[in-house]
């Protein structure tokens, strides 16, 4: 494999020293702004809160805001307390029905919940939908805890959270490209089974993980995710198979992965090289995302080097 000079790093460095420019009082005054407008809109009812996607609530439990909440989806299984909230079923087959049985004064979601309908009966009946960008960047992570914080009316712990994953966010960029003299080839694979397998191409959260971890995307000739054959998989030559703790148990572990139709003929299938890691973790871009990129770069220096 070819050596090349250490992975780009990400817009974040320059955002960050942007940001720091600004100071810290004027960032607590802008949150403070907006959620005085925020409190006059809503009165002094205390927020009840669906969170529909696993990220949004690791958000609200990382703003200590977790009393907040009234519901969570099935996709918020962190932390764990966040598992025996009331739930409102899978986040792309709501039913209006049920949450608004839970009486929230606002529910929060990603673009990717649904069905539109749903949402729309929520909004009709004087709840608000607050529709929060699912867009893979770190950047995108930033904007989602300050509109979250504004909403919640924790601007000192919105502004703590925001410095904290942003020192957090500066170190792994730079360790990464400290360690990346050889990209590996690393190829996702979305499976519910050994029969269904897609892979991931641009503009998804898999593809934003391997860059950021300092690898390449050997599948990034598409968009979206595109159904695996036996001859895309050979001519993708990955080094490394990437899947989720699910994907791999739903395949039936490590001797099924192995046995893909075509793997035998990549280098990742010589080596036997595969990386598993937690979709929440590995997907969710939450506040757990410097650790999950941190993580993730670690298994694909290990895998290539041992």
Not at 64 to 84: I, K, M, R
Not at 104 to 115: D, I, M, R
Not at 232 to 240: F, K, M, Q, T, W
Not at 286 to 299: F, I, K, N, T
Request: charged residues 15%.
């Amino acid at each position: 494999m070819r050596r090349i000079t250490p992975a780009r790093l990400p817009e974040t460095l320059a955002f960050l020293m942007r940001r720091r420019a600004l100071g810290r009082l004027g960032t607590i005054g802008a949150l403070a702004m907006s959620q005085s407008m925020h409190a006059k809109s809503v009165g002094n009812r205390p927020p009840r809160i669906v969170s529909v996607g696993g990220a949004l609530t690791e958000i609200v439990y990382a703003l200590e805001a977790q009393s907040c909440l009234v519901g969570v989806d099935s996709t918020s299984s962190f932390p764990h307390q966040a598992q025996l909230l009331p739930q409102v079923g899978y986040a792309r087959r709501l039913s209006a029905e049920g949450i608004l049985a839970l009486s929230p004064t606002s529910v929060l979601v990603t673009e990717e919940a649904g069905p539109p309908e749903v949402l729309r009966q929520v909004s009709n009946v004087g709840v608000p939908v607050e529709v929060l960008d699912s867009g893979y960047r770190f950047e995108g992570l930033v904007q989602r805890i300050a509109r979250i914080g504004r909403l919640l009316s924790t601007e000192a712990k919105t502004v703590a959270l925001i410095e904290r994953l942003s020192l957090a966010w500066s170190e792994v960029c730079l360790s990464v490209s400290h360690h990346t003299t050889i990209r590996p080839r690393v190829l996702f694979l979305f499976a519910h089974s050994t029969s269904r397998l897609m892979a991931s191409g641009i503009q998804t959260g898999a593809h934003a993980m391997i860059e950021y971890a300092g690898a390449i995307n050997a599948t990034s000739d598409f968009t979206g995710f595109k159904p695996l054959t036996p001859e895309s998989l050979i001519a993708a030559r990955p080094d490394v198979i990437l899947l989720t703790e699910h994907g791999f148990k739903a395949m039936g572990e490590r001797s099924s992965v192995l046995k893909l139709p075509g793997l035998s003929q990549t280098p990742a299938g010589r080596a036997q090289r595969i990386a598993v890691m937690d979709a929440s973790l590995l997907l969710g871009f939450g506040p757990r995302l410097p650790m999950a990129v941190q993580q993730l770069s670690e298994q694909f220096r290990t895998s290539v080097t041992t």
